[in-house]
């Protein structure tokens, strides 16, 4: 069942489905090798801590939290760490693990900011792709899902800091919001 309002997009069988997918993809990809699994807070972290657990490679965890501040034109300016990594990466490999990957502004800035650190590799996985939105041109290691133009909540993904606990996801209503402007962690200057 889920919330009014809220239509099934991804039901939890399914979701725990396509984890243990990319799951096994990775522990292939990846055997032999230790990893660190990086997550953008918050969304992140419900996947995450399911992806973890389907692991068999050696693996640490890591978290960093980032600002994207719309400039006064309403479009999106600079990003920012707001919370770094507690630990060093250099000559480790790192996996980004994603909730959504929507225009990409986020993750490039990431993927470039965590280069100069000089990891040994540097991969995606993101649960979503939203590739309709996307700006810069960004290499997708790992997909669970393609979605299309709508606002998902659920599963660690918000919408203004509620509903990350459905453990489904679900499409919002958009009659209710202008989901183009919305963004979890973006705040004004
Ligand atoms: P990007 O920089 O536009 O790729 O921003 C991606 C971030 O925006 C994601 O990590 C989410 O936190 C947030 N986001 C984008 N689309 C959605 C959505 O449909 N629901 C909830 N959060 C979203
Ligand atoms: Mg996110």
Redesign the pocket.
């Known amino acids: 069942m889920s919330r009014a309002g809220i239509e099934m997009l991804f039901p939890e069988p399914l979701l725990a489905g396509r984890v243990k997918e990319l799951a096994a993809q990775i522990n292939h990809d990846y055997s032999g090798e230790q990893v660190i699994l990086v997550t ?1 807070l918050r ?2 972290f419900v996947f995450l801590a399911d992806l973890m657990r389907q692991l068999e490679i050696e693996c640490s965890i890591d978290f960093l939290a980032i600002s ?1 501040y719309a400039s006064a034109d309403g479009a ?1 300016g600079a990003v920012r760490v707001v919370k770094d990594l507690d630990d060093p990466i250099a000559d480790q490999n790192v996996l980004i693990v ?10 490039n800035y990431l993927v470039k900011n965590l280069m100069a650190r000089k990891p040994k590799s540097l991969k995606i996985c993101t649960l979503l792709d ?1 590739p309709t ?1 996307r700006i810069p041109a960004l290499e997708l290691e790992y997909v669970g899902f393609d979605i299309s133009d ?4 659920g599963y660690g ?3 203004k800091g509620l509903y990350r606990n459905l453990p489904y996801i679900g499409l919002i209503d958009p009659g209710d919001i202008d ?1 183009t402007t ?4 973006r705040k004004k200057p």
């Open positions: 953008v969304g992140g994207a999106v994603e909730d959504i990957v929507d225009t990409g502004l986020t993750l939203r939105r709508h606002f998902v909540v993904l918000d919408f989901w919305e963004t979890s962690s």
